[in-house]
């Protein structure tokens, strides 16, 4: 009988909550949840069958990046109380500079195929004096023993006449099981695993003379894990999940292939804890180096609102946007782009109405048959009844212009007053509304003339809504007096 020090089950806290909500049904094929912070919970079956006392069991179907400390075998139905003694993950599969590494100053020589152009191949015996192979860092210069002569290269293709029985061809588990009887069993296994990530990205297009949009949104899929997935059942989930500084993200390789999954069967999502969970309606084969699509919303007609936006300190080198009253410093010139944007409501009301997870916007306008583009903005993960604005770029034809009209200093008091102008300037055919961002100073403010009203939108920065009609011009003036 083992000793209590000696016997223990691992289990990791946010797995064991995720299997314990998870029907054993779901189990009868492999299962992956994925996040968006590129790592994912993977699920798989592991048949055993079971001796009384300890047992080995190898598992050799594990992706090349898994987290050892969060692998979970269990029985699901929870009749069979898996023992485990020890659990080993070995990620070194064999090869030839491994294998070349076990005769490293030994005396058996090995055999090397050496083929050179325009003569029959041959074979030639070396000592390896230092095999070049370095575990868990680069490689150096082989030095092979030929007839006496020392190489630092190999002289040929290494021949070697069978595999040891600890050589392994992928990455493994490997469990010591105590089992209190003979037993067979379908035992679930589950792990985090990094390699494996998903983003969202979205269409947006406005038909040639209307401002309601067509939206599709598409779930991009990465596997960069080192295993392939078939017949998988995938589910993503949306939001910022917290994990230890120690997990180490591993080197990204590029995708080598792109499929697009059939979509007529639509993804659901629903609210999981404080995070959102997508389900895709079928299995799918998510194979390695393999980049997957799948459409997982659309909407027809969207109601969007075109907004126009000047801030004239906005991108300006300027030490604080909001300087002390005291410090007259103002920028040697201003901006002068209007900033267009694309608004729309994310609710049913709009046609939409499903938690948007974080990606990049790319918005078009037909031209005809053909598609412009417009612009590109990244949003962030948007519930449902909430505003996602796009910022598209700068209005050709609206111009705006600031400046500082006076500035008076009264140090003995403590107190400053300052006066600003703002010229608009629209020379295209449309009537437009500017939305005007002005910034306050640092202390106590109060605007004492105005020509517009303003909406203040924080302690510190208001927003003057101004309509500028086809070439014209609208000219915003206030006097702001401060007090510290």
């Known amino acids: 009988m083992c000793s209590p020090a000696r016997v223990f ?65 269990r029985d699901p139905t929870n009749k069979v109380a898996l023992k485990i003694l020890e659990q080993n993950y070995r990620n070194d599969p064999v090869t030839s500079q491994s294998l070349l590494d076990r005769f490293e100053d030994q005396a058996q020589n090995v055999s090397f195929l050496v083929h050179e152009p325009q003569k ?18 680069q490689p150096v210069e082989p030095i092979i023993e030929v007839e006496g002569r020392l190489m630092f290269e190999l002289p040929g293709k290494p021949l070697f006449s069978g595999l040891k029985e600890d050589n392994i061809l992928k990455p493994q588990l490997l469990w010591k099981i105590l089992s209190p009887s003979a037993v067979q069993l379908q035992a679930e296994l589950a792990y985090l695993t990094t390699g494996l990530g998903w983003t969202s990205s979205y269409n947006v297009v406005l038909p040639e003379n209307s401002e309601t949009a067509d ?68 299995p799918t084969s998510l194979r390695d180096q393999e980049t997957k699509q799948v459409e997982f919303t659309r909407a027809a007609e969207v109601p969007t609102k075109r907004i126009y936006r000047y801030d004239g300190l906005s991108g300006i080198h300027f030490p604080n946007p909001s300087p002390h009253p005291s410090d007259n410093s103002t920028p040697a010139e201003v901006t002068k782009k209007v900033t267009s944007y694309l608004e729309l409501q994310n609710s049913t ?40 604005r796009l910022k598209l770029g700068a209005a050709f034809d609206l111009i705006g212009e600031r400046k500082q009209s006076n500035f008076q200093l009264d140090t003995g008091k403590r107190t400053a007053q300052e006066s600003l102008e703002i010229r608009l300037r629209n020379r295209g055919k449309h009537p437009v509304t500017i939305e005007v961002l002005e910034h306050l100073r640092q202390g106590t403010a109060k605007i004492t003339e105005k020509t517009h009203e303003p909406k203040p939108l924080n302690t510190t920065t208001l927003l003057f809504p101004l309509s500028v009609e086809p070439e014209s011009e609208t000219v915003l003036r206030y006097t702001v007096s401060y007090s510290w």
């Open 120 to 137: 029959p191949d041959r074979i030639v015996d070396g000592r390896v004096i230092r095999s070049g192979y370095v575990p868990g860092g």
């Open 9 to 73: 089950s691992i289990y990791h806290p946010l797995l064991f909550l995720l299997l314990t909500l998870i029907p054993v049904a779901l189990f009868a094929q492999p299962g992956l949840t994925i996040y968006s912070s590129d790592f994912a919970v993977v699920r798989d079956n592991v048949p055993l069958e079971l001796k009384e006392g300890e047992n080995i069991v190898r598992y050799s179907g594990a992706t090349a990046n898994l987290d050892p400390s969060t692998v979970i075998l």
């Open 215 to 282: 939206l599709v949104g598409w779930i991009t899929i990465q596997n960069r894990s080192g295993k392939s997935f078939e017949n998988a059942k995938l589910k993503l989930m949306a939001g910022d999940v917290n994990r230890t500084s120690a997990q180490n993200p591993l080197l990204m390789r590029a995708a080598k292939a792109v499929a697009f999954s059939d979509a007529t069967q639509e993804v659901t999502e629903k609210s999981f804890d404080n995070y959102h969970l997508y389900n895709l309606p079928r």
């Open 349 to 388: 009301a709009s046609k939409l109405g499903i938690p948007l997870p974080a990606g990049n916007v790319r918005v078009y306008r037909k031209d005809g048959e053909t598609l412009e583009f417009l612009g590109e903005d990244h949003i962030e993960h948007t519930p449902v009844n909430e505003t996602v």
